[in-house]
Antibody, heavy 118, light 107 residues
Framework: QVQLQESGPGLVKPSETLSLTCTVSGDSISNYYWSWIRQPPGKGLEWIGYIYYSGSTNYNPSLKSRVTISVDTSKNQFSLKLSSVTAADTAVYYC????????????WGQGTLVTVSS | DIQMTQSPSSLSASVGDRVTITCRASQSISSYLNWYQQKPGKAPKLLIYAASSLQSGVPSRFSGSGSGTDFTLTISSLQPEDFAIYFCQQSFSTPFTFGPGTKVDIK
């Protein structure tokens, strides 16, 4: 059974960098696309970007200048860095898997709440 | 970006009711449309992909239809565990975008 687990600080100060890691178990990280998606409290879902196991990336233009997604195949992990955060970046952050066709997100992590506050 | 809208934004229904949720894309997305169910405090769960394909393990009372710009999710006989928020999502082009959600609650 494929499982994804997000980890990282739950509180980040304004202007600092949010860093999260998603650990994948139950399957290899290879041959899939891996995304980060966020959901502000009580609001809808926003796709942040994805990375292929080979390292190629695609980011949401609305966040592109502040986002970096990386992959560590040896650890079966991928990571998100979001710089210069503000209160508007407060959200539950999910990691999710998509098949090679990138058509849908079939496995999701449980999500982790990141609050931006001083 | 492709904008996704959903209607209604919320609905009240009873167990056993047939429920239909509509999703519309701002441009044609062929059949690149997925539906997810989200319960409070949980991650979204994939129900339907490619507009009408049922994800493995999802009950057959869920079905999807449509292509182009207009899509529907139908629950043929609402069960107690189906009370949740439903989101559509387009995967035609990046940035992938989601609809605002439809909340289904108990009448």
């Amino acid at each position: 059974q494929v499982q994804l687990q997000e980890s990282g600080p739950g509180l980040v100060k304004p202007s600092e960098t949010l860093s999260l890691t998603c650990t994948v178990s139950g399957d290899s990280i290879s041959n899939y696309y891996w995304s980060w998606i966020r959901q502000p409290p009580g609001k809808g879902l926003e796709w942040i970007g994805y990375i292929y196991y080979s390292g190629s990336t695609n980011y949401n233009p609305s966040l592109k200048s502040r986002v970096t997604i990386s992959v560590d195949t040896s650890k079966n992990q991928f990571s998100l860095k979001l710089s210069s955060v503000t209160a508007a970046d407060t959200a539950v952050y999910y990691c999710a898997r998509a098949p090679v066709t990138r058509d849908y997100f079939d496995y999701w992590g449980q999500g982790t709440l990141v609050t931006v506050s001083s | 970006d492709i904008q996704m809208t959903q209607s209604p934004s919320s609905l009240s229904a009873s167990v056993g009711d047939r429920v239909t949720i509509t999703c519309r894309a701002s441009q044609s997305i062929s059949s690149y449309l997925n539906w997810y169910q989200q319960k409070p405090g949980k991650a979204p769960k994939l129900l339907i992909y490619a507009a009408s394909s049922l994800q493995s393990g999802v009950p057959s009372r869920f079905s999807g239809s449509g292509s182009g710009t207009d899509f529907t999710l139908t629950i043929s006989s609402l069960q107690p565990e189906d009370f949740a928020i439903y989101f559509c999502q387009q995967s035609f082009s990046t940035p992938f975008t989601f609809g605002p959600g439809t909340k289904v609650d108990i009448k």
